[in-house]
């Protein structure tokens, strides 16, 4: 006679997290830190292994700006149609991707960039705040500096649109201001290797670091100091609600339950809540990174080039160069002619911002852009939650949109 095998299933937790990145990270230091015992539960083999692995490292607490706006509709052909330019877009006739492009174009206007540029701030400055607490609390090391940001531009043009988003964010407390090319030089010297700098917008307070190395410190904290548990390399088949508790299938036929879920699993997390029924409209966004020792001229401060739509981000003695943005690309693979091209421009930006010629480590990852540019927080009902959507902020936002996301759940207790 024979029985049938029941899977083993875990003991409870008051909440699971699925998604180890710096936003799954930063919501489970926020439970756990309220008392609530935690799991953490990845499909990688470690913390930060997708799209927070190899970011441009800058924390933009100013610079929220939203993707959408009236500049957008001038913008259009080069977006929808470029094939070497730093924007592109893979088109498909899947209704997801078609309604995430008219949403996006629903936000192209000065009312829209303005609202949604101003959400995002208000999340980043609670975001700064909440990665102040942390550190005062625990003086992680993952290469933090305040070494303040340049928004460079190639014409006074550009720079007048810049003025415009100074003055709205002004209102928050936001410090930025217009500099001239000269004074952007007296900043930060290695810029007198850009001749084509027209003018800049000087961030001082704004602040960079490894999220890397961020999130494997905090991860040590959270299991040494709070008794959160990972899990890594979990494969989840579905996700339900039996009898008040949370049902995490796996693969391998074992079942973790849970009080609570939080859905922190980045341009993953759309189809893990499909069959919930819960539509998450999150796009794809493919960015590269590179990261090389300093050249000769490094810059100290972070860079912004918007010309060429790249970032360059001092680490100690290594420099992050990150842009492109490759819509909906859904293969994290890095292609080997846009990281070539990414390479190129950075040379052309600063040529001597990088040792170009011994690149340590290159990378791509896809970013979960929402047509407003600002993350879903939301709590679902049911002891389910989302914290998702974060685009190219997720570094930035990380902090603050964990403590939104626990607040909200527990609340609704």
Not at 308 to 324: H, Q
Request: glycine share 10%; hydrophobic share 40%; aromatic share 6%.
């Amino acid at each position: 006679m024979t029985s049938s095998a029941v899977p083993p299933v875990s003991p409870g937790h008051d909440l699971i997290v699925i998604g180890a990145g710096v936003v799954g990270l930063a919501s489970a230091y926020a439970a756990a830190r309220r008392g609530c015992s935690v799991l953490l539960v990845d499909r990688n083999s470690g913390p930060a292994m997708g799209t927070s692995f190899a970011n441009g490292a800058q924390l933009s607490y100013a610079y929220t700006d939203a993707m959408a706006g009236p500049g957008t509709w001038k913008q259009l052909p080069e977006m929808a149609f470029g094939r070497n330019g730093p924007f592109r877009t893979r088109w498909s006739a899947d209704p997801d991707f078609l309604r995430w492009g008219l949403a996006f174009l629903r936000q192209a206007s000065t009312g829209g960039l303005h609202r949604n540029t101003l959400a995002t701030l208000e999340l980043a400055l609670e975001s700064r705040q909440a990665m102040r607490s942390l550190l005062q609390e625990h003086p992680i090391d993952f290469e933090h500096a305040v070494s303040g940001k340049l928004h460079l531009y190639p014409s006074v043009k550009g720079m007048h649109g810049a003025a415009a988003m100074i003055a709205l964010k002004r209102t928050s407390g936001v410090q930025q201001r217009l500099v001239s090319a000269e004074e952007a030089r007296r900043i930060e010297p290695a810029l007198c290797g850009a001749p084509w700098l027209a003018g800049a917008v000087y961030s001082p307070d704004e602040e960079a670091g490894d999220p890397y190395r961020f999130s494997q410190r905090l991860l040590q904290v959270m299991e040494h100091q709070y008794g959160v548990q990972a899990k890594f390399g979990i494969h989840i088949s579905s996700l339900r609600n039996a009898g008040g508790h949370w049902q995490l299938q796996l693969q391998d036929g074992q079942v973790l339950t849970a009080k609570r879920v939080l859905v922190c699993a980045g341009i993953d997390s759309a189809t893990l809540l499909k069959p919930l029924r819960l539509r998450m409209p999150v796009m794809a966004i493919k960015g590269y990174s590179f990261t090389a020792a300093c050249g000769a001229n490094a810059p100290q401060v972070s860079i912004t080039d918007t010309k060429r739509k790249l970032v360059f981000c001092r680490l100690g003695e290594r420099i992050r160069v990150a842009g492109l943005a490759d819509l909906n690309d859904w293969n994290p693979t890095p292609e080997p002619t846009r990281l070539a091209q990414l390479i190129a421009q950075a040379r052309a930006s600063l040529p001597e911002a990088a040792d170009y010629d011994h690149i340590q480590s290159s990378w791509a990852g896809l970013r979960p852009v929402t047509p407003w540019s600002s993350p879903i927080i939301r709590n679902l009902g049911d002891g389910l939650g989302c914290n998702i959507g974060h685009g190219m902020l997720g570094w930035t936002l990380a902090m603050g949109s964990g403590e939104r996301a626990v607040a909200q759940l527990l609340d609704a207790r």
